[in-house]
């Protein structure tokens, strides 16, 4: 298949695959189907919709809503008009909004619901550029509201009416998209400061969907179900588009709330998610017989998965090797927003556990002296929105600095270290890479996730958020107190049992290194706390300043 952009890949994809079931999603509580002529038929109708409420080629359009089927046919409607869409994470307060929509200069934003829609309201005076939204369901806006408000059925219904003449207009505009058409802009959620706004091009998301989609191996009776963000790049070219170049079935998940019933009721073959979530899966049968551990993985995972794979953040080595002596390949990627995002993958036929597999075609890589991993083609992103220093300083002689700090083996696996940024030094001049110490920490059944801090102090520590059920039956066991004071187990039993454990795994690290100290969190890090991006990472600058006092107490009279 060769196709010069997006709308190309889908339009061709839909005249292939007609009839067959391109979307399987939830009305009602009950899965119903989507064919890909009926998908492609969609899209043109809100295309048309939209060029009526005025959207011009190179225009910007925003779309602030949870997955849902309607997301995916406002992306290609967008793309068809010739404008690029901004993907807003659904969970943005309307402040983070009214930033996003502004800064991008969005001429039109699609919601979900009145939920999303009054965030806009709240900031719209703010928004002197946009123009018109469009609502999936019914809202109610303000009195006096200045701008066109539409129904998702409303544009379409408009599009559909302009017959041919609406058809022909999507055509030329289809026509007039190159590879360098600006496709999308995409905020990154980040660890630290403001988001940046990700400029990708068509180029940049065909040949990443392609070159990943080429060592998937996906077959066409398999089935995808989906459930990360399609805010976030990597549920973008992974689930969308990758899945449309091969033709596949996707599933939308309805919530995080309904995975496991939805794995159930759709038996995938392919899941794609973020560590946190296999983390969970595999804490809750970790402490089962082998025999009944796997039975209960394969009753999650259904009879058809072949595989799984991970990617937005590190994957605890522990957790990759479990799944796959359970017979589960779990398969680790990596990339970042500024790449569309795919670099390398491990595949069914070539990976290494440890790794993130070996880089994609077309997509080079090469460390650095300092260790920082550098990514050359057509995959890194024309730049930063309104940014040229910010995109100066990333991409230098055409090679993108990702900010990760890795090595590359003899047989070209590539493996992460940590962020560069997040390195840190000791009161001794020790270097420290966090993100290994928190993977060894999180290899313990007892701990869930591990901040370590220690940036010009003596000794490590760390905010430790505990596995509750197992140290509670714990708890029972020493015949102790569960006690809770501000946000904290402080049961002096429990601390001293986290530690002894802390202190066993800890033997295999050098005497600098090891956490000597610890805080247990009574919850976990949330992402309504922005202690978490949008893909779960942890937000440790965020998290560290948070915790600052109570971690500073650690190190008195020590």
Known sequence: MSVQNLCELHRHTAERMGTRVALRHKRDGLFCDVSWTDYRRQADDAAAGLILAGVQPGDRVAILSENRVEWLIADHAILSCGAADVPLHAPLAAAQVAYQVGHSESRGIVVSSQCQADKVFAVLDSLPLLEFLVSFEPITAPTNCRIKLLTWDGLKRHGWQMGPCGRQEIARREAAITGSSLATIIY????????????????????NAVGTGQISFLEPDDLLLSWLPYSHIYARTVDHYLTTWAGITIALAESIETLIADLDAVKPTWLTAVPRFYEKVWNSVAELPADERNDRLRKIFGPRIKQLTSGGAPLPQHVCRAFHAAGFPLLEGYGLTESSPVIAFNNTESFKIGSVGRTIENVDVRIAEDGEILTRGPHVMQGYWKNPEATAETIRNGWLHTGDVGKLDDEGFLSITDRKKDLFVTSAGKNIAPSELERLLTSDSFIDQAVVYGDGRHFISALIV??????????KKLNCMWTIADGFVTSASLIEFVQSRIDAIMQIVSQPERVKRCLLLEKPFQLAEDELTATMKVRRRHILAKYEQELSALYDGS
């Open 466 to 475: 505990p596995n509750e059920s197992l140290l509670r039956a714990e708890a």
């Open 188 to 207: 990154t959620s980040g660890t630290t400061g403001n988001p940046k706004g990700v400029m990708l091009s068509h180029d940049n998301l065909l040949t």
